[in-house]
């Protein structure tokens, strides 16, 4: 017979998102109405490891709904990777008597829960959260829309200043291996040209599309570059490599970095997250573990969470093809 949950330990873990704290406030208030104890612990995996943790009920989580950040900080744990690391982290979840883990972050995260799962038999529920999106068994990652919208704010002003000065913006933003945010911000920015990871547009195309958009009287153009793209050239080297094929153009780069992380939840990643921390919390009281929370066809819904983080979340390429038509 499963042992009950009566104390879940919770923690953020990974590259910070907006709207983890919204999270965090749902995980530790549906543990409250439950009437279970939660804990949480700092750093993510690192604070199990140093048994580093403070005792969360639904008081100590007033006020943060809207705060970007985590109230549990976050860290990508290496010593969690080995073996002693987690005999460590075991130890620990056992002198403070946690019965169930709660894991907010993204795929390294959830990796790590799966891993550290199957040695020690813990259960755990994962919460998808990271600014990239690239998590399958959910349509949305709490913090990419706060995302969206402050790469979209920061690629308006920044079309300000191109057009004043008819000049080619490349704009890199976050996406080490996925171009959700490239994509979605560069559509709802109106970019000329968007460079992801998942497809290689190739240089020749970018190149022809810029000469395109001169013929066809654009004086200013924006680029956006995902960290990780294809193309296999930086942003600066880009804004070189056409500035010497095309010298016609006055090319400026812009790295967006980790403001995109920052900042107050939008109203859909704190609804997001409520939901979700909630689900999360019933499910591990329920008996499940290995699982993750999600948003499909805006039904939260449970899903494998080894499966999950052995599929790829696909980009929407019918994108690609409206940036396309749009662009002309
Ligand atoms: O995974 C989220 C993310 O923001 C990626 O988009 C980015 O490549 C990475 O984290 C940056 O990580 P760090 O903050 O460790 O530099």
Redesign the pocket.
Known sequence: MKKPIKKVGLITS??D?PGMNAAIRAVVRACSYYKVKCVGFYRGYQGIIEGDYTDLDARSVKNIISKGGTILKSA?STEFRTKEGRKKAQESLKAAEIDGLILIG???TFTGGVVFGKEYNIPFIGIPG???N?IAGTSFTIGYDTALNTVVDAIDKIRDTASSHNRLFFIEV?????GF?ALNAGVGAGAEEILIPEEDLGLDRLLESLKKSKRSGKTSSIVVVS??DKIGKNVFELAEYVSDNLPDYEARVSVLG?M??GGSPSCFDRVLASRLGVKAVEELLDGKSNQMVGLVNNKVVTSDIEKAIKTSHDINRELLRISDILSV
């Not at 976050?174 to 996925?178: F, H, L, T, V, Y």
């Open positions: 990974g590259g998102a990508r993204g795929d390294g990271t600014i990239d690239d976050m996406g080490r291996d996925a945010i960290e990780g980790h995109q992380r």
